[in-house]
């Protein structure tokens, strides 16, 4: 089992940025895919990033450019800048070991003036 807890949320006004840091509890070595995940009010999750170890970085359309996925050996990370209104989300860091899927419990984004 891997435990999973984000940090860095909070309230940014557009064009700002955000750095989201993601703990596990077992090494990043060990997992088979990382990554992150935002929901928005009233719509359905979505993928943000996801890194595979046998391959690239995927990104969403939307983020692209903006948001940049990395990690060592004892975290995940999401750089966001030129944070817009419409990227306010609970974002969520996932993990896949062994081929179960992990889920930290999220943290809130608002991007505001």
């Known amino acids: 089992q891997v435990h999973l807890v984000e940090s860095g949320g909070g309230l940014v006004q557009p064009g700002g940025s955000l750095r989201l840091s993601c703990v596990a509890s077992?090494?990043?070595?060990?997992?088979?895919?990382m990554g992150w995940y935002r929901q928005a009010p009233g719509k359905e999750r979505e993928l943000v990033a996801l890194?595979?170890?046998?391959?690239d970085t995927n990104y969403a359309d939307s983020v692209k450019g903006r948001f940049t996925f990395s990690s060592d050996n004892a975290k995940m990370y999401l750089q966001m800048n030129s944070l817009k209104p419409e990227d306010t989300a609970v974002y969520y860091c996932f993990c896949r070991h062994i081929a179960t899927d992990y889920w930290g419990k999220g943290t809130l984004v608002t991007v505001s003036s």
């Open positions: 077992r090494s990043m070595l060990s997992l088979n895919a």
């Open positions: 890194f595979a170890k046998d391959g």
